[in-house]
């Protein structure tokens, strides 16, 4: 690590206001999971002259509900997130999104502002300097990206453009599929941007001077099924390679409304449009499912070595709109190739509005 001026911030104002002063060359510091990795690789073209640490900010880590929307404080930890009474109740997509990060050391620092604005996992990008980095590329202003004919296996199959490297927060993927905004201050006023469009291909929607204060969603009804599944590689303490949110209604067997998020595909998160407006009005089994899964993924665009993701994508959005207990799952694909046999290498985190227990295996 290099030398850097630390301030310690004690409100938002003195926070953004230091944002202000070294505008473009300093950082917040919330949990620094993300932030002291991207430090110590040293494989950004511009180290920060300043670090803002903004835990020393009071009352920034409240998750409330009122009359119209959960509250979430920027600086809410992903640990209470994951074991919070209310969304474990009525947001059981977020509660297990936050469950499905890395590992329990990480998410009792880590917090959900964090988790929304850390930087992208791409190979090329983040190739350390202590073994011959920095690496420059299309995100870094300076070249081609890399990924294109190198080694795409983690990247996107969606909406890529110059850069391919996929949104890795997990917690984006609910958000997303409850419409979620950020509430953004800097030290000129205040704005919302949706979750939806926050993300870039080149990265995210803040300036150089802005931070997020707090998360709103909008007030969810108490009767929807809600599911979150995560496809990694590794069991504990991976990253996704594809990961569903969905979010469903019923009536009388006929879904009456669906929500369905797509996270680890594209640069950000994607809503499946065309599979949500599918279901509408459709009874809910097997073949509709395995239809959305498919129409999830109608334009899909895989790189050489990613093409793998899309069977993995239309499996898991097929079982996220069944909540994932529906004994008809076995008639559904299989995510398997020789690569990527779920069998032997996968992990399916998992929740719906009923349950949300924690992660579960699916075989062991
Ligand atoms: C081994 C490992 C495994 C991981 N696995 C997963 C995983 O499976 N799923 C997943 O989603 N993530 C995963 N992560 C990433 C992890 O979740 C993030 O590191 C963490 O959520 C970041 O939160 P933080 O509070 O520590 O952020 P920090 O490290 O403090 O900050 C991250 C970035 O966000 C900026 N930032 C922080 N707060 C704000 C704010 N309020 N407003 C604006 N900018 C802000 C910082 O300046 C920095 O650039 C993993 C990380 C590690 C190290
Ligand atoms: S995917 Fe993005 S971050 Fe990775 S090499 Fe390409 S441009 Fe760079």
């Given at each position: 690590m290099r030398p850097f001026t630390h301030v310690n911030a004690r409100t938002v104002r003195q926070a953004t206001a230091a944002l202000a002063k070294y505008y473009g060359q300093a950082r917040l510091n919330a949990g620094g999971t993300?932030?002291?990795?991207?430090?110590?690789?040293?494989?950004?073209?511009?180290?920060?002259?300043?670090?803002?640490?903004?835990?020393?900010?009071?009352?920034?880590?409240?998750?409330?509900?009122?009359?119209?929307?959960?509250?979430?404080?920027?600086?809410?930890?992903?640990?209470?997130?994951?074991?919070?009474?209310?969304?474990?109740?009525?947001?059981?997509?977020?509660?297990?999104?936050?469950?499905?990060?890395?590992?329990?050391?990480?998410?009792?620092?880590?917090?959900?502002?964090?988790?929304?604005?850390?930087?992208?996992?791409?190979?090329?990008?983040?190739?350390?300097?202590?073994?011959?980095?920095?690496?420059?590329?299309?995100?870094?202003?300076?070249?081609?990206?890399?990924?294109?004919?190198?080694?795409?296996?983690?990247?996107?199959?969606?909406?890529?453009?110059?850069?391919?490297?996929?949104?890795?927060?997990?917690?984006?993927?609910?958000?997303?599929?409850?419409?979620?905004?950020?509430?953004?201050?800097?030290?000129?006023?205040?704005?919302?941007?949706?979750?939806?469009?926050?993300?870039?291909?080149?990265?995210?929607?803040?300036?150089?001077?802005e931070m997020v204060k707090e998360i709103q969603v909008p007030r969810l009804p108490d009767t929807l099924q809600q599911t979150f599944l995560k496809f990694t590689l590794r069991k504990p303490i991976d990253f996704a390679i594809v990961s569903v949110a969905a979010l469903i209604t019923r009536s009388n067997d006929l879904c009456t409304e669906a929500r369905i998020a797509m996270g680890a595909v594209a640069p950000g998160v994607l809503r499946a449009v065309a599979a949500e407006e599918f279901l509408r009005g459709r009874p809910l089994n097997p073949e509709t499912a395995a239809e959305a899964g498919k129409l999830a993924m109608e334009g899909a665009k895989p790189l050489s070595r990613n093409a793998y993701k899309i069977q993995i994508a239309h499996t898991l959005v097929a079982r996220a709109v069944l909540g994932q207990s529906s004994t008809a799952l076995s008639s559904l694909p299989s995510v398997g190739s020789d690569v990527y046999d779920p069998t032997e290498l996968s992990t399916f985190h998992r929740c719906n509005s009923a349950s949300v227990e924690g992660y579960a295996t699916v075989v062991d």
């Open positions: 993300d932030l002291f990795g991207v430090l110590k690789d040293e494989f950004l073209p511009l180290y920060p002259e300043a670090i803002v640490n903004i835990k020393t900010v009071r009352g920034l880590d409240y998750i409330r509900e009122d009359k119209s929307l959960l509250r979430i404080g920027a600086l809410a930890r992903l640990v209470d997130l994951a074991q919070s009474t209310l969304l474990r109740q009525r947001y059981g997509a977020l509660a297990e999104a936050a469950h499905a990060v890395a590992s329990p050391q990480i998410r009792n620092v880590a917090t959900l502002g964090g988790n929304l604005c850390q930087d992208v996992r791409c190979c090329y990008y983040r190739y350390p300097r202590h073994i011959g980095g920095p690496i420059n590329c299309a995100r870094k202003g300076n070249g081609p990206c890399l990924a294109v004919k190198g080694d795409n296996r983690n990247h996107a199959i969606l909406g890529g453009r110059r850069c391919f490297a996929v949104c890795p927060s997990d917690t984006a993927v609910a958000l997303t599929l409850y419409d979620a905004q950020l509430l953004v201050v800097s030290p000129t006023g205040e704005r919302l941007i949706s979750v939806r469009d926050f993300y870039t291909p080149l990265g995210h929607g803040l300036s150089a001077d």
